[in-house]
């Protein structure tokens, strides 16, 4: 067992997978999300072209259209005459060449990401897709907000993605188990510079915090800032050289864990 005797407990590995009927079951989301895109952003622009949010979307991977112009390979998207006299069907063939491009370099663009959220969005309120966490996280969580402890996720995934994932579950709406959710837009995981940030927005010391991780990198950053580490091995996960496997603190469940208040 882990002992920790601090308050604060902020998650970053919370390993889940998708459940959707058309795709097969994975350990990560990022294995059917953006696939779940690339195969449904046709249809899905075809069904909300007339929609306002929609329509910014559109806007938006226009202008990040422009931006890219230079580069090679880059796919235009035509401006709108204004006269309502184009084509949808023409429109939206530019904008998912635009966004096949895109993702087939990986790209983390802010126009792309937004366009995916919303899609996911959709997914998920439609019962198309659910998250399902390890069998030991929503135990474990449900028994530190028992005991006092507050809970918080930190993620390089949107926290409206996150809010997504919890309120989309499995197990139902778990929201109510988490006291706030922090992105990057706090700043990158592997700066020590945002833990600082993280316990200044809670209002708490960052010793007082303990932070779960399976990335070293980002194990390393917060160690940086004077927060206490736990890094999570998982199936799946990128190896630990033997140095991390000395240097930090190793679990395999949030069971592990023995908190001050739950103790």
Known sequence: MLRFEGHMVLVASIRLRIVAPKWPQTPSKL????????ENVEEYLQTHWEEEECQQDVSLLRKQAEEDSHLDGAVPIPAASGSGADDPRWMI??????????????????????????????????????????????????????????VYVYSSGSVEAQKLLFGHSTEGDILELVDGHFDTKIGHKVESESYRKIASSIGCSTNNILFLTDVSREAGAAEEADVHVAVVVRPGNAGLTDDEKTHFSLITSFSELCLPSSA
């Open 93 to 150: 063939q530019a904008v998912v060449d635009n966004v096949y491009w895109q993702m087939s370099l990986d790209r983390k663009t802010t126009a792309l990401k937004q366009l995916q959220g919303h899609m996911w969005r959709a997914a998920f309120k439609a019962g198309h897709m659910k998250a399902e966490f390890f069998e030991d996280v929503v135990p474990a969580v449900r028994k530190w907000r028992e005991a006092g402890m507050k």
């Open 31 to 38: 294995d059917i999300l953006f696939p779940y895109v690339k």
